[in-house]
């Protein structure tokens, strides 16, 4: 692989500077010294322990990307100059888009106005529809692959504009072409492993099943609500139940989305023939952007769906500790397309559960790296969750939320529809006063439980701490945490923990995001971060693959100091 700036590849291309690294390639700004023009290079990477076989598929699957972005002629499609090879190795050279991904965009201001990200969403689905038409399907769409070159007219158009730019769909790295002469190149994984960003996998294809263009509208749709949201809508804490829920779960009822809500539920509707073509979807999404109605069938009002009465999902995760519950797909109280039956969606998460449990079927995470898209600036998360609208490090996480609405419903958004605020945006009441979000009249703020006064109509932000809801007694606080049976409940986890034994051991990591938990213990070691301490910590299997391991409650929502998360059982 080339050393660094002002290399040459192929005699002509010299490097500037590194744009993007990804699990396959370099991207690097460069100059067509014979046309005299800046491109983007992107360069196969090399690793020592990688085999023949192996250096071949990442060739391949280059020479691929190449042909499959030429094939679709497009101004949302990255155009392709020229493929040449740099010792030994492809190389691919396209255009250069100045701008960052939408993935760096998020990471940097925060989730975006439901109508910005219409706007951005009929532009991918255009592009999308034009490689559908050329018989390309993209497989891997997701924020990382969206370019934006004017990401400074985010936020500052004027009521009934929405002037988002150019909007390019990049990395045709997993295409697959529908193409005769294309042979078993149109298959370039090992058998029965599945390709793609977990977070935006569509249903049938965590399923093993082949992918269309439904799964690239799917992942289109799974991608809007991270932008709208603040995270993934199925995002668990393995990759065993983020497939489950994909599978299995209704759409989290999107808080912040408005008119785009009802669209998002018809782009990820779990039958892919009930999804609406690129060229559909386009129209119903430029229609939210332009502040007009979508158009959409009326659907009846959300209504209750019982929880399972038992565990029925076979946990495949390794060494699970004895009395362990079974893992079981989250049951909200409401959804928008409740399930016709519970056999129905038993099959389904059973089916994902094969996918993983199967013999010789693995998972290949194509891209969880730092994306690797022309781009000006590579940003990215190093634990790989989406970016929420509150940073991917600061979250309200210590405080009781005073017994408001809030807290009873785990979800990336605050009550009232925005994204959480940083630790010291939000402070917990102390004694004589409302908390900052509380309007209640009671006469503390309370941030122990049980000693919030009663306070008529009073509305408390994340992290406040006012008088009790709606006028009730205010003797406890809301569950910051949901069973969903199997001996589990899901919390809200504000920023990426590290996760230990319950010796004191440093084991792995927890992501941030919705994740399921079994219990809380005080094990008498506290964990302090900024004004949060705590000597409660929480039971679960973390990201990094461990089982039966803690992690302080500092970093779940909900919780005040030295007690434990409100909804969350003591071991």
């Known amino acids: 692989m080339s050393s660094g700036e002002n290399d040459r590849l192929a005699g002509r291309y010299r490097l500037i500077e590194q744009l993007g690294r990804g699990g396959m390639g370099v991207v690097w700004r460069a100059v067509d010294e014979v046309l005299g023009r800046e491109v983007a290079v992107k360069e196969l990477r090399t690793y020592s322990d990688m085999s023949a076989p192996e250096l071949g598929d990442l060739r391949l699957r280059m020479q691929r990307e190449a042909r499959a972005a030429a094939r679709v002629r497009h101004p949302g499609v990255v155009a392709v100059h ?107 994984t090992r058998s029965g492993e599945l390709v793609g960003s977990l977070d935006y996998l569509a249903p049938e294809r965590a399923q093993g099943q082949d992918p269309g263009p439904a799964s690239d509208v799917w992942a289109l749709g799974a991608t809007l609500y991270a932008a709208v949201e603040g995270s993934s809508p199925f995002r668990r804490t393995s990759t065993w139940s983020t497939l489950s829920a994909i599978v299995a779960e209704p759409l989290p009822e999107p808080v912040r989305a408005g008119r785009l809500g009802p669209v998002l539920r ?84 059973g089916v994902a559960a094969v996918v993983l449990a199967g013999a010789g079927v693995t998972y290949a995470l194509v891209g969880t790296g730092d994306d690797d898209g022309t781009r000006q600036q590579a940003v990215g998360s190093a634990s790989g969750a989406s970016p929420s609208a509150s940073g991917a490090q600061d979250g309200t996480g210590g405080a009781w939320n005073g017994g408001g609405a809030s807290a009873a419903s785990p979800g990336p958004t605050g009550k009232d529809g925005r994204a959480s605020a940083s630790p010291g945006a939000s ?72 996760s230990y034994r319950y010796d004191g051991g440093e084991m792995g990591v927890l992501n941030a995001g919705t994740n399921y938990f079994y219990c809380q213990v005080d094990l008498g070691r506290r964990e302090t971060y900024g004004k949060w301490t705590n000597t409660y910590w929480a039971r679960t299997d973390d990201d990094s693959g461990n089982t039966n391991v803690y992690v302080s409650v500092v970093y779940l929502k909900g919780g005040a100091n030295n007690a434990p998360v409100p909804g969350l059982p003591v071991c």
């Open 266 to 349: 018809e782009l990820m509707h779990k039958d892919p023939a009930r999804r609406p073509d690129a060229d559909t979807a386009a129209r119903m999404l430029a229609a939210v952007a332009e502040g007009r109605d979508p158009g959409l069938p009326q659907v009846p009002a959300p209504r209750p769906v019982a929880p399972p009465r038992e565990a029925t999902v076979r946990d495949v995760l390794p060494h699970r500790p004895q009395g362990f519950g079974p893992v079981v797909t989250q049951q909200p109280t409401t959804t928008v397309q409740p399930p016709r039956g519970r056999g129905r969606a038993l099959v389904a998460a």
């Open 427 to 498: 402070r917990p009441a102390k004694d004589g006063k409302g908390g900052t979000g509380g309007t209640g009249s009671g006469e503390k703020g309370g941030t122990t439980p049980g000693k919030a006064p009663t306070g008529g109509h009073a509305t408390a932000t994340p992290g406040g701490a006012g008088g009790a809801a709606g006028g009730g007694t205010g003797s406890t606080p809301a569950p910051s945490c949901q069973s969903i049976g199997g001996g589990k409940s899901n919390c809200q986890v504000w920023r990426t923990a590290k």
């Open 82 to 188: 020229d493929v040449t090879e740099h010792e030994g190795r492809p190389v691919i050279v396209m255009e250069l888009v100045e701008g960052p991904s939408l993935d760096g965009v998020l990471a940097e201001r925060g989730a975006l106005d439901a109508r910005e990200a219409a706007a951005i969403g009929a532009r991918v689905l255009e592009a999308l529809a034009a490689a559908h038409r050329a018989g390309v399907l993209h497989r891997d769409v997701k924020p990382g692959n969206i370019l934006l070159e004017s990401p400074q007219a985010l936020g500052s158009a004027r009521a009934g504009e929405t002037p988002i730019g150019r909007v390019v769909l990049t990395d045709f790295g997993i295409a697959a072409m529908d193409d005769p002469g294309d042979g078993s190149a149109t298959h370039l």
